[in-house]
């Protein structure tokens, strides 16, 4: 068993990437193999926070007791939570958490004598208009100087900044830029602190926007691009236009598919400079190695072990099993780009596809519905920027083994999945069951009529109901509009006191359309349906849960209505397997 001064190392390296769920999910299964220490409690805790799931992050810091241990990094941490869950309001409810984290911090910097926790506590007095304060606190900061490391550098930058000092400020963000390096999340940590800073009028915009833009983490990555067989001098074009295009481009991480050719190529050249890598596969992993990886020669299969060893982190956007349909290789690369979107929101910068192309293959025609020319296509019609990497000679001789295929006429396609049931309904009696089904089912069917032709399909049983939607977006839409709706229970249930409520799931994912051969009606149905099923008896009473494709989706579809909030890897009912979760909730204004 890895011993925890080892496990804690990793989180702490994860998290200076900013790669918060892959150090959430490592300090998770570390405890879950009875690895314990009071500092992995700590991270574990900065990592659901530093995902962006605030109140999450608290629930966890109360129940592992955190406060308890007196060290200054646990004391900090409850108000950099508060901090965030601040950003998350508008008004008098910010103002409030705002209030509540400076005296955390205060607390914490009273308690250890320490700099991190003064500053802190300093930069959220100026938000709160309480400049003497600020000063009181920042100015023997800035006094003292910064010792060679980055986060005293940037906590002087912050001090000077909070002084009105701005020229001093920015000279000391370029030793912090200098000391930095490649930890993306520390870059991404100062920035969102220097922005919001300028935005509350308590530092000068212009100075702060001129040290966000040095500060600033690169680019996140998805790269795509053509298979094509191992050798030769098609190999040997890519590797040196891979690597000339990283060494030009720096990124903060990489994410992407792993098969023969360009992705492999991107893989490596990721691992070989340190750049963070996260892999998503499409389907079950032995399909994609068959079908995506030895097509193009048995050469690559040691190569793509090596690289999936390697990585930070591998995702399946499905684990079914390939039956010879382009929505899976389509669910798998719009997971990876929306994944990308993601860690470059939380990471405070942008996202960049990559894409290598052949040259002949690309001026042919873009009408196909997956592969590189679609993932082209789609990024840049979302709004997102490509850098084309030509790359001529490449053998493109692929090699597929035959795969399993549905019966002629299978309709198929992708879809947002949505399962919800009430808990609470057993204990209803014989007399609230009319209630019941007039008050809560009644208003959630009309949530759904209000959503029209986009619910392509609904069913109940009991207290249960299974929808279809058109999109992810309005899957979000209706699940949280359900939700609302009973906030409050309808009188006359008797539950009152008693945990009851909805539970919803909704996922995204390839799903079989045709007709119920027992009662003639319409039915949708598959393993994406059976797994979303899975997911609302995990969830809690009262909340939306969404699967990682979901997630991506609305990521992807630049759908700012929402927060994704990283729940961890959850293991399903029933013996499903795990799957990672986030929390859906709707976002403030």
């Excluded at 926070?49 to 241990?69: F, I, K, P, V």
């Excluded at 200054?72 to 950099?80: E, M």
């Excluded at 910097?109 to 709160?128: H, K, R, T, V």
Aim: proline residues 4%; charged residues 20%; aromatic residues 8%.
């Amino acid at each position: 068993m890895t011993d925890a001064a080892t496990v804690e190392a990793e989180v702490a390296h994860r998290l200076g990437q900013g790669d918060a769920l892959s150090a959430f999910d490592c300090a998770a299964a570390a405890r879950r193999e009875g690895i314990e220490s009071s500092r992995l409690r700590y991270l574990m805790v900065r990592a659901l926070a530093a995902s962006g799931d605030s109140l999450g992050a608290m629930h966890l810091y109360e129940q592992l007791d955190l406060a308890a241990s007196g060290d200054v990094d646990s004391l900090a941490l409850a108000g950099r939570i508060w901090k965030d869950e601040a950003f998350d309001q508008t008004g008098t409810e910010r103002t409030a958490f705002l209030q509540r984290a400076a005296m955390a911090y205060d607390h914490a910097f009273q308690a250890s004598g320490a700099d991190f926790p003064a500053i802190n506590a300093a930069s959220l007095y100026a938000m709160l208009g309480e400049f003497d304060r600020a000063a009181a606190l920042a100015g023997p900061i800035a006094a003292n100087g910064a010792a060679d490391n980055y986060w005293d550098q940037a906590t002087l930058v912050e001090a000077l900044l909070l002084l009105g000092r701005g020229d001093e400020a920015l000279f000391h963000a370029h030793a912090a830029n200098a000391q930095a390096g490649t930890r993306a999340g520390d870059r991404a940590s100062t920035c969102r602190q220097i922005a919001r800073l300028s935005a509350s009028g308590a530092v000068d915009p212009g100075h702060a926007k001129t040290i966000m833009a040095l500060l600033r983490p690169p680019p996140v990555g998805f790269y795509c691009g053509r298979m094509f067989r191992a050798g030769g001098e098609g190999e040997a074009n890519a590797v040196r236009a891979i690597a000339d295009t990283l060494d030009a481009q720096p990124l903060s991480a990489l994410i992407g598919p792993l098969a023969c050719g360009a992705d492999i190529l991107f893989a490596e050249a990721a691992l070989d400079r340190g750049i963070d890598l996260t892999i998503v596969l499409p389907f079950a992993e032995d399909d994609f190695i068959a079908q995506s990886v030895q097509s193009g020669g048995d050469e690559w299969l040691p190569r793509y072990l090596r690289c999936r060893d390697r990585a930070a982190m591998v995702h399946f956007a499905s684990t079914a099993r390939y039956v010879s349909d382009d929505c899976q290789f389509i669910l798998g690369s719009h997971t990876a780009m929306g994944l990308a979107r993601l860690r470059a929101r939380e990471l405070e910068t942008v996202a960049l596809q990559l894409a290598v192309v052949d040259p002949d293959v690309a001026a042919r025609s873009g009408a196909e519905i997956a592969g590189t020319n679609a993932d082209i296509a789609l990024w840049r019609d979302k709004g997102g920027e490509t850098l084309t990497i030509p790359v001529g000679d490449l053998d493109r001789n692929l090699d597929f083994p035959p795969a399993p295929k549905p019966p002629e006429g299978t309709r198929r396609g992708l879809y947002a999945i949505l399962f919800a049931d009430f808990a609470g309904f057993s204990k209803l009696g014989e007399a609230e069951l009319p209630i019941f089904a007039h008050e809560v089912m009644g208003g959630i069917g009309r949530i759904l009529d209000g959503f029209g032709d986009a619910v392509l399909f609904r069913n109940t049983w009991g207290d249960a109901v299974y929808a279809v939607i058109d999109n992810p977006a309005t899957a979000a839409r209706i699940a949280l509009a359900m939700q609302e709706r009973l906030d409050v229970l309808p009188p006359g249930l008797g539950l009152e006191g008693q945990k009851a409520g909805m539970r919803t799931g909704i996922h995204f994912g390839p799903i079989y359309r045709g007709v119920d051969p027992v009662v003639g009606n319409e039915l949708w149905y598959g393993t994406e349906v059976t797994r979303t099923a899975r997911i609302e008896p995990v969830t809690l009473v009262g909340q939306v849960y969404c699967t990682q494709p979901l997630a991506a989706m609305l990521a992807l579809e630049n759908s700012r209505d929402f927060d994704c909030d990283y729940v961890g890897k959850v293991r399903l009912a029933k013996d499903y397997g795990e799957l990672a979760l986030y929390r859906l909730s709707r976002r403030s204004a």
